[in-house]
């Protein structure tokens, strides 16, 4: 098991919904011992570490995020022995599991709530947000906006109304009572015992409420946020939070502290790769990175593609949304709120060229990279299925049955099964044995990636060659990094991002390169020549 504290900046995320993996017991959800079997799966990819979609009991108004027990697992997916079990298993092949820690709202079947909506002196009454009316905070952005209208909910029994920044069956904690905060703690707690590596800290920026503001990145939650890190500091040195702020890089920086977070998810970049991949011009991506300052050497970005999630566009301009809609969800029923419910291979058209390429820029650019389960295979969506489940459906293994996922008759959601996507010719036995398909891609940029500590530790600079479809850039090792750290010192990626040859003149002081992925060697003394969508990851010096 790696024990370098900052194991982090090197690792790969592999982004897991245990419901949508293996079902080991056939009753049509995936499981904890579903996972334990798949365990050679990942090890083959190379991946370092699983972060784990909520598998709390939940009724499930929103997969999950609707918390009703903190300290348990839904019985769907096993019992705590059965995740106990898992957590020796993947620890003793060296992955790590960090999951989903859902604090600032619950389910509205939590029993926290259930007692706080029965009277107004219940002593759990003040645990919720409570109100005589909906008129405050009012200057508070709503985020469900295709279903939700308010920001409050009326409760008939006591006459008042409840706060929820996401669905009204989701009511937020009230962090102002020191009760919920050190609940949270101890819950917390509770998993970090078991031996969990960490959290992916949910919806962090909205767990406190002032009047006059927009009740985002509020300095009171930044106050609670530094309790968690003492916390882990203090009790369970070396595991991690990864902060979920749907924020601009600098509004983020405040998170991304050596006391508050290790790690925060780079919201905006995502949505410009698809940009600039789709304009075959780099600006975007140069723009982003260009408003992306620096942070402290023990904090890390945490870079991603496509995830659970609709594809936020909450971090563009609305002229920028409505092209990204045009373009990337021409039917309406890929919009969902202000994002495109869809996967990463129909985003790209089904073009290995394309999804190889956004696929180098995620393991390259600085920060770590995380795999959403099934776009390492290409897997499709189904957009006709409610909310954000047409990206969650089962994955798929071979071409048996339910794509090898279960052996029940009706699975949770239904294995994709269309022309261009069906499990009969997606699937991971398919691409296996195959040097050149996605998954071997994948595991080969992720394989390079992991030789060369570069990419997660190293500096980053921005290059701008005349040729515009170029994106390119150099990841190089501090003075005192090369000392200690193997590998690459360092590395220029060049990538065409357009659909046409190009030719670049780098013009830096390096005459030449060579390529990890292939092992060819490039002369940068004269103009490169990149096909359509090819990238290159040039060891230089
Ligand atoms: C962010 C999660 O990624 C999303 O799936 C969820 O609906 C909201 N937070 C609310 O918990």
Sequence with gaps: MNQDPLWYKDAVFYE??????????????????????????????????????????????????????????????????????MLDVYHAAGIKVISDLIVNHTSDQHSWFIESRSSLDNPKRHWYVWSENDQRYLQTRIIFIDTEASNWAYDPHTGQYYWHRFYSEQPDLNFDNSEVQEEILNVMRFWLDMGLDGFRVDAIPYLFEREGTNNENLAETHQFLKRMRRVVDDEYPGRILLAEANQWPRDLLPYLEPDEFQMAFHFPIMPRLFMALRKGNRQDVVDIMNDTPPISPENQWCMFLRNHDELTLEMVTEEQRQWMWKEYAPDDRMRLNLGIRRRLAPLLDNDIRKINLLNALLFS??????????????????????????????????????AGFSGADITYEPVINDNGYGYQKVNVAAQIDKPDSLLNMTRNLIKVRSAHPVFGRGGFTMLEPENTAILAYERELSEAAKMVVEGAARVLVVANMSGEEQKVTMGIDAVQGTDLLTGQTHHLNGPLILNPYEYLWLKLG
């Design 16 to 85: 897991l919904n245990v419901r949508a993996f293996c079902d080991s017991d056939g009753d049509g959800h995936g499981d904890f011992r579903g996972m334990i079997q798949k365990l050679d799966y990942l090890l083959y990819l190379g991946v370092n570490c699983v972060w784990l979609l909520p598998f709390y009991p939940s009724p499930l108004r929103d997969d999950g995020y609707d918390v009703a027990d903190y300290y348990n697992i839904s019985p769907k997916f096993g019992t705590l022995d059965d995740f106990r079990e």
């Design 365 to 402: 650019l600085p920060g770590s990279p995380i795999v959403y389960y099934g776009d390492e295979i290409g897997m499709g969506d189904n957009i006709w299925l409610a909310d954000r489940n047409g990206v969650r459906t089962p994955m798929q293994w071979d071409e048996s049955k339910n």
